[in-house]
Nanobody, 126 residues
Framework: QVHLVESGGGLVQAGGSLNLSCVAS????????MGWYRQAPGKHRERVAM?????????????NLQESVKGRFTITRDIAKNTVYLHMDQGKPEATAVYYC??????????????WGEGTQDTVYS
């Protein structure tokens, strides 16, 4: 079993910044991808930012960012610590949502499987 534990986020005024982190723990052999989704009130869950393991890359992963957050959101990952971070800058009210950590994980026994954190509410107010 894998546990994803999110931290950070909360309440911020428009134009401000928020930082999220997520740590994966468990009987992990490797993580194929790790990143963030969000679900705003009345909307479907959508992928915001994702790191995809790429051992040919000097940082060990490639990055996919939703077009609407490019230039404002930054995702990074500490591979050794099984941790992913999301820095949100220039906050806009439309970024208000529950942010979920997601990871595709291969365990020592089987996989890959998809895992989710419990979510953290982030609110940007004007």
């Amino acid at each position: 079993q894998v546990h994803l534990v999110e931290s950070g986020g909360g309440l911020v005024q428009a134009g401000g910044s928020l930082n999220l982190s997520c740590v994966a723990s468990g009987n992990i052999f490797k993580i194929n991808a790790m990143g963030w989704y969000r679900q705003a009130p009345g909307k479907h869950r959508e992928r915001v930012a994702m790191t995809i393991s790429d051992y040919s890359s000097h940082i060990g992963y490639s990055i996919n960012l939703q077009e609407s957050v490019k230039g404002r959101f930054t995702i990074t990952r500490d591979i050794a610590k099984n941790t992913v971070y999301l820095h949100m800058d220039q906050g806009k009210p439309e970024a208000t949502a529950v942010y979920y950590c997601n990871a595709e994980v291969v365990l020592n026994t089987h996989g890959p499987d998809d895992y989710w954190g419990e979510g953290t509410q982030d609110t940007v107010y004007s």
